[in-house]
């Protein structure tokens, strides 16, 4: 069974900190790593994806894959209130050429004003 | 910007009734999935479907599910005899093509076994 995973928090920040969020997963052959957000009684919303090892940064989001370590993590600078949330991490677990996302169970950030 | 829809919004059915979940995904896109969040827990994989066929699906998508692509724009999932247990929020998704893996999510559909 492939799995991944996370905790589930809640990580709690002050305002303009940074948040770290970190994920592991079991299959060793996977290949394309995500990040996304989710709003309470919301959908998911893509933040970011990663498919190499080192960090890849976006705006005040940098995701860090290490293949080797079998972890990807997020990294958010300045966090705001706005960025309360659940952030679930996501692995593509499906046969070369295929997709089957598999998720974590989430990790609850709060930013403290 | 183009977004995933799905209907209903919210569904209420009894227990061994069949329901129809749908999904219009973003026009260009190739690519569809199923996804279900049971209250509190989390996002669980069902099913992808691609060139009018399932690509992938999990333990959960049993003979009880299935995925079709009526025409060019719908894409639904039937839940045959629900049971109690199926009561969870779906969510449809979808992506460009096998070369963009980012998916993009409807809003959900809730639905309630009673």
């Known amino acids: 069974q492939k799995e991944v995973e996370q905790n589930s928090g809640p990580l709690s920040v002050p305002e303009g900190a940074i948040a770290s969020l970190n994920c592991t997963y079991s299959?060793?052959?996977?290949?394309?790593f995500f990040w996304y957000r989710q709003y309470s009684g919301k959908s998911p919303e893509l933040i970011m994806f990663?498919?190499?090892?080192g960090d890849k940064e976006d705006g005040r989001f940098t995701a860090q894959l290490n293949k080797a370590s079998q972890y990807v993590s997020l990294l958010i600078r300045d966090s705001q209130p706005s960025d309360s949330a659940t952030y679930l991490c996501a692995v593509n677990a499906g046969y070369p050429g295929t997709y089957k996302y598999i998720f974590g169970t989430g990790t609850r950030l709060k930013v403290l004003a | 910007e183009p977004e995933v829809t799905q209907t209903p919004s919210h569904q209420v059915t009894q227990m061994g009734q069949e329901v129809i979940l749908r999904c219009v995904p973003i026009s260009n896109h190739l690519y569809f999935y199923w996804y279900r969040q049971i209250l509190g827990q989390k996002v669980e994989f069902l099913v992808s479907f691609y060139n009018n066929e399932i690509s992938e699906k999990s333990e959960i998508f049993d003979d009880q599910f299935s995925v079709e692509r009526p025409d060019g724009s719908n894409f639904t999932l039937k839940i045959r005899s629900t049971k109690l247990e199926d009561s969870a929020m779906y969510f449809c998704?979808?992506?460009?093509?096998?070369?963009?893996?980012?998916?993009?999510f409807g809003p959900g559909t809730r639905l309630l076994v009673l």
């Open positions: 990663i498919y190499s090892n």
């Open positions: 998704a979808s992506s460009p093509d096998r070369y963009q893996e980012t998916q993009y």
């Open positions: 299959d060793r052959g996977s290949q394309s």
